[in-house]
């Protein structure tokens, strides 16, 4: 009786998906966009951060808001994990951050070979002796290597928490959706 019933709720919901799919005729497409994935190394400027290592991976993920703040600019949310390796345990950092990005040239520059400057303000958790937040205040430069890939320098500051501040230059190469 059990296998019947879990039999026929299997039939249901594979029957309900297939006609709900069926419903889309507008030729919708579903690939993210807005969207950006970037990866690298931070190099700590606090001595306490330092003692995670010299060097830390840094895994990052943007975020691009439809509508810019300022005038001839991208606004995007990021969100970063600097870390000395994937155990996600102590002596970690993630900075989020509201950004700015101001391209050269303008609104008339070449997609795909623009150089362009970056300012953000967030809050950086930080996870050294205890987990605390701080402010955090980041900018940078970056310049797109193709129509979808990039290279930022970003330089990261905050005031003292966890045991540490968020005081960092990042190295990273991402991947726009």
Do not use: C, H
């Amino acid at each position: 009786m059990r296998r019947t019933l879990l039999g026929a709720a299997l039939v249901a919901a594979l029957g309900v998906s297939a006609v709900a799919s069926a419903q889309d005729r507008t030729g919708t497409d579903y690939t993210p966009t807005g969207m950006s994935l970037r990866g690298g190394v931070t190099i700590p400027l606090d001595s306490t951060l330092s003692r995670l290592g010299n060097t830390l991976f840094d895994i990052g993920i943007d975020y691009q808001v439809p509508t810019s703040f300022l005038r001839n600019s991208e606004t995007y949310i990021s969100f970063d994990y600097w870390a000395s390796s994937l155990r996600f345990n102590k002596g970690s950092v993630i900075p989020i951050a509201i950004n700015q990005r101001f391209y050269s040239g303008g609104q008339g520059a070449l997609e795909g070979s623009r150089t362009y400057l970056f300012v953000g303000l967030g809050a950086a958790f930080i996870d050294i002796d205890n987990s605390e937040a701080a402010i955090m205040v980041r900018g940078g430069i970056g310049k797109e290597l193709g129509p979808n890939t990039f290279f930022e320098t970003i330089g990261t500051f905050s005031d003292r928490a966890g045991g540490g501040r968020a005081n960092a230059v990042a190295f990273n190469i991402g991947y726009r959706f």
